[in-house]
């Protein structure tokens, strides 16, 4: 083993030094027996850690909060959210740390941020902790995600702490280790503009501009710049999600970023069969959160966050509310261009087509794909195969033979580039069943699944041999009773 000094490891306190108001000193929890499951050596080298220090008792501390690096200043961060439509005004990190800024290869400031690393001031009734299952769950689908292309947080480590959890019955605890560009949320703006101070409000904003979106500090109305900056991103980002048929489950403010990174995988899921309908959370009895309900609900969490910011926007409440709703506005055709470009792709249509002749194609084969319950990952990626001749892999998936055929005949008369499709269609997605089954092997104790289904998962687009059931939906008798939960 490779031993480091812990000296090596520097961790900055920029966000409790600039916003001390919504930083409140902590300290992780003592983890009883802590134990390495899953270490992201890829994404430790970026920051220069070396993975055979972190594997090594020193790292495993750190990656439970249990080592401190000198000067570092671990707090719980405050945030407000609406929650399925209700304002929440106090959340924060009920069970999450923020370790303190790590600096990337790039030279860019990341959070090292724990998850399930015990009780904070903003516990309330929760016990701050998290189990070994939904843990992992978050490792392998934001890594999923990541390799998909698709903007994310990322998982660094997973380490079960040896204290077991209670939930329904007794789980073995873990402590996830989290790297983001910022955990700044919608919530936080909430949070900073209920507290009235609005130099608070202005200095997180200003905060957000030096993290991540520095040109915006330029523009003659720099905070207005961060609202339209916020906007666009969260609009290609949410295209993304509905372009491979990820289902993030609980949209609430306080879990969409202010970075335009996808946060929070407690109850998401990949869509199998495409339903604009499709639900997962065990919670969202009102479908507030399908599918096919994401972008209506990222527009009302902007609206939410252009709230919080008005009185940053102008000095007169009428104008403020003015500029807000026109930089709000950009919202739908931004999120529309991202989706009609992204469709474009999936089935390997030139980006020169207009438009309107490929939005009659794209629409008849959403239809359907919904009516015949057809399976969005493979059929995507079996669409590939038919623009190289061979149409029978995606037509076998749809019933309705004269309704394919007759589409295929229209969609093939585009010439469409099946090279292009396989680098954007992925063959892999983090399957429902197949996410289950790793978790339960891991929480028994055996990681073989959990590695097999990440090494599936972290190279979507290049097909391989062995991985067939990777590649296949879930058996019948899964999908339809399948939920997800929250807070677990
Ligand atoms: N077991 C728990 N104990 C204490 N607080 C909790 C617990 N689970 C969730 N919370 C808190 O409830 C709120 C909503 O939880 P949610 O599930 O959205 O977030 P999370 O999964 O804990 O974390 P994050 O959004 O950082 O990924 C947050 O304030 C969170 O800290
Ligand atoms: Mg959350």
Redesign the pocket.
């Known amino acids: 083993m490779t031993t480091a000094p812990l000296s090596t490891v520097t961790l900055g306190d920029e966000f409790a030094r600039t916003l001390p108001e919504m930083a409140l000193p902590w300290q992780a929890d003592v983890a009883a027996a802590p134990e390495l499951l899953v270490l992201n050596e890829a994404l430790a080298a970026e920051f220069g850690l070396d993975p055979g220090w972190l594997r090594g008792p020193e790292g495993v501390r750190l990656l439970v909060g249990n080592l401190v690096p000198e000067g570092a200043a671990p707090v719980a961060q405050a945030?407000a959210?609406h929650?399925f439509g209700g304002y929440?005004p106090r959340?924060?990190?009920?069970?999450?740390l923020l370790l303190g800024e790590l600096v990337h290869a790039d030279g860019l400031p990341r959070d090292l941020?724990l998850?399930?690393s015990g009780?904070?001031p903003?516990?309330?009734?929760?016990?701050?902790?998290?189990a070994v299952g939904?843990m992992l769950r978050?490792y392998v689908v934001s890594e999923a995600m990541h390799a998909l292309g698709i903007p994310t947080?990322r998982s660094l480590a997973v380490v079960a702490t040896g204290t077991p959890?209670h939930r329904e019955g007794p789980l073995p605890g873990a402590v996830l280790a989290?790297v983001a560009s910022s955990?700044l949320?919608v919530g936080s703006f909430q949070y900073a503009a209920a507290t009235g101070d609005v130099d608070l409000l202005r200095r997180l904003a200003d905060h957000a501009i030096a993290r991540h979106h520095p040109d915006a500090g330029a523009a003659e109305r720099r905070h207005l710049a961060l609202f339209e900056a916020v906007v666009a991103d969260q609009a290609a980002l949410v295209a993304r999600w509905m372009l491979v048929g990820f289902v993030h489950g609980?949209m609430?403010t306080?879990?969409m970023t202010i970075s335009g990174e996808t946060?929070?995988?407690?109850p998401c899921a990949f869509m199998e069969a495409f339903d604009p309908a499709t639900v997962y959370s065990s919670i969202d009895h009102q479908g507030r959160y399908a599918y096919g309900n994401q972008p209506a609900m990222a527009e009302w969490n902007l609206a939410r966050l252009a709230e919080a910011m008005l009185p940053l926007f102008a000095d007169d409440q009428e104008r403020a509310v003015e500029l807000a709703v026109q930089a709000l506005g950009e919202f739908r055709r931004q999120y529309n261009d991202a989706w009609t470009a992204g469709m474009r792709a999936k089935l390997g249509l030139p980006d020169s087509l207009d438009p309107a002749e490929t939005a009659p194609l794209v629409d008849d084969l959403l239809v359907l794909l919904r009516d015949n319950h057809v399976d969005h990952t493979s059929f995507h990626r079996r669409l590939a195969a038919a623009a190289r001749g061979d149409a029978e892999p995606a037509r076998g998936l749809v019933l309705d033979l004269a309704g394919i055929d007759g589409w295929l005949d229209r969609w093939r008369a585009l010439e469409p580039d099946a090279e292009a499709m396989d680098r954007v269609n992925p063959v892999y997605v983090p399957r429902n069943h197949l996410v289950e089954e790793a978790l339960a092997a891991a929480t028994g104790g055996d990681l073989e699944p959990f590695r097999r289904l990440l090494d599936a998962v972290g190279a979507p687009f290049d097909e391989r041999p062995g991985l067939d059931r990777y590649a296949e939906p879930a058996p019948r008798d899964f999908g339809s009773t399948y939920q997800t939960f929250?807070?677990?």
């Open positions: 945030y959210g929650q929440s959340l924060g990190d009920g069970r999450a941020h998850k399930g009780r904070t903003f516990s309330r009734g929760g016990d701050g902790l998290a939904p978050e947080t959890v989290r955990h949320r609980v609430n306080d879990n946060i929070d995988y407690g929250c807070g677990t």
